[in-house]
């Protein structure tokens, strides 16, 4: 079956830009979580929904990064006025229940944003 | 907070030969502890998973690992390396009650023909 789709897959944008990055999880998933990984390193939690609630925002690094998931599928993640540190690789994740230890997360592909 | 450490940033090794990457945890509570595998242009993929039960956890693709809580250790095995298992291993943990999981930051297996 389908998995985990990001798009789009690369994104390159100029400083001060917004971009919008979408995630469409495993139909019928629960839970929806955003990680950044910049180069070289592991994946960092960004933030974390279940259904349309957004339960934990806490990794978000400043108010110039939101995330929606309106209708409790599809989730948008979205960045005003970008910084060159933003450039990282964004990961979408989704399970099947409510994102505890036995609930496998399945991830997309993540999309590779480059800000100039 | 919780953390995980990957001792090693970069593992070559010749191919059927036996791998061991390693993962030490921080906690002083009940953790559960994961491996993903992320190939090249791929999203993360879960390997294996240690919730409770046996400190020897089987996974996919041949690898297994085990819990040591005395060494706060969960190193990831496989006895004989395929050049396909080329990718980057990710060791995460996840504390009971905090939803997050938080990864180490990566072990790049190499694997030479």
């Known amino acids: 079956g389908a998995g985990v789709s990001q798009s789009p897959r690369y994104k390159v944008a100029k400083r001060g830009q917004d971009v919008a990055l979408r995630c469409d999880p495993i139909s019928g998933h629960v839970s929806l979580f955003w990680y950044q990984q910049a180069l070289g390193q592991g994946p960092e939690f960004l933030t974390y929904f279940q259904n349309e609630a957004q339960l934990d925002k806490s990794g978000l690094p400043s108010d110039r990064f939101f995330a929606e998931r309106p209708e409790g599928s599809v989730s948008t993640l979205k960045i005003q006025r970008t910084q060159q540190e933003d450039s990282a690789v964004y990961l979408c994740?989704?399970?099947?229940?409510?994102?505890?230890?036995?609930?496998?997360?399945?991830f997309g592909p993540g999309t590779r944003l480059t800000v100039l | 907070a919780q953390s995980v450490t990957q001792l090693d940033s970069q593992v070559p090794v010749f191919e059927e030969a036996p791998v061991e990457l390693r993962c030490n945890y921080s906690?002083?509570?009940?953790?559960?502890l994961f491996w993903y595998v992320q190939y090249p242009n791929q999203g993360l993929q879960l390997l294996l998973k240690y919730l409770s039960g046996s400190t020897l956890v089987k996974g996919i693709n041949g690898f297994e690992a085990e819990f040591n809580k005395s060494q706060t250790s969960f190193h990831l095995r496989k006895p004989s390396v395929h050049i396909s298992d080329t990718a980057e291993y990710f060791c995460a943990v996840f504390r009971s009650g905090n939803t997050p999981l938080v990864f180490g930051k990566g072990t790049r297996l190499s694997v030479i023909a």
């Open positions: 994740a989704s399970s099947a229940h409510s994102g505890g230890p036995a609930d496998t997360q399945y």
């Open positions: 906690s002083s509570v009940s953790v559960y």
